[in-house]
């Protein structure tokens, strides 16, 4: 009783946990350095992205929607979420950095 309790209790700390730690790793910071709206393509110098184990550089993104293209512009410091989308990298989210 008392292990199966302390299991529990374990399973629930894990729980509300996890949620938090992908939240914090998700955003990463970056500026614009081109927008390519016709092509629906960023470039960006971006900070270290540890899941694609990739340290800061400035390179050329493709975005997922092209309306992100339309807020914001060379200059902007954001932050930002890339996923891999049939094998380019592309951004999925984009906010301002505060
Ligand atoms: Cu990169």
Do not use: C, W
Not at 12 to 18: C, D, E, G, K
Not at 35 to 56: E, L
């Amino acid at each position: 009783m008392k292990l199966s309790r302390n299991l529990m209790a374990a399973l629930i700390a894990f729980i509300l946990a996890t949620p938090f730690a992908v939240a914090q790793s998700e955003l990463i910071a970056g500026e614009i350095t081109k927008v390519d709206q016709s092509a629906s393509k960023i470039s960006i110098r971006h900070g270290p992205i540890k899941k694609f184990d990739m340290d800061g550089m400035t390179m050329v993104f493709r975005v997922q929607d092209p309306e992100i293209l339309k807020k914001v512009k060379v200059g902007d410091k954001v932050k930002f979420d890339v996923d891999r989308v049939n094998g380019q990298y592309t951004v999925t989210t984009m906010q301002p950095a505060k």
